[in-house]
Nanobody, 130 residues
């Protein structure tokens, strides 16, 4: 059973930066293996649905972003550490949400759809406020 654990959330002023980490672990699990095809970050603000933020394919490292974070957020992975990161710069109050990482065995066309993700982390709170 693979587990995902997020960390790195917190309170930051508008214009600031945070780096979220998603550590994947499990018996014999390797990020570079074939267990999952991609890992994504989603976020959910109070009263809202869980929205796609960014994703990375585990085989080729291709990246995908929602329009509102393009140019500000960067998703990356470290196979040696079995960890996926989300570097968030120029943060805005509207980025405030609980951020979740998730791993999927689905095909590429489902990469933005939360219902196709197989394993989720517990979430980490990001608050952007002065």
């Amino acid at each position: 059973q693979v587990q995902l654990v997020e960390s790195g959330g917190g309170l930051v002023e508008p214009g600031g930066s945070l780096r979220l980490s998603c550590a994947l672990s499990g018996p014999t699990f390797r990020l570079s293996g074939l267990t999952f095809r991609h890992v994504a970050w989603f976020r959910q603000a109070p009263g809202n649905e869980r929205d796609f933020v960014a994703a990375i394919t585990l085989s080729g490292g291709a990246t995908y972003y929602t329009d509102s974070v393009k140019g500000r957020f960067t998703i990356s992975k470290d196979n040696a550490k079995n960890t996926v990161y989300l570097q968030m710069n120029s943060l805005k109050p509207e980025d405030t949400a609980v951020y979740y990482c998730a791993a999927s065995r689905g095909v590429l066309s489902t990469i933005r759809e939360p219902q196709y993700y197989n394993v989720w982390g517990q979430g980490t709170q990001v608050t952007v406020s002065s």
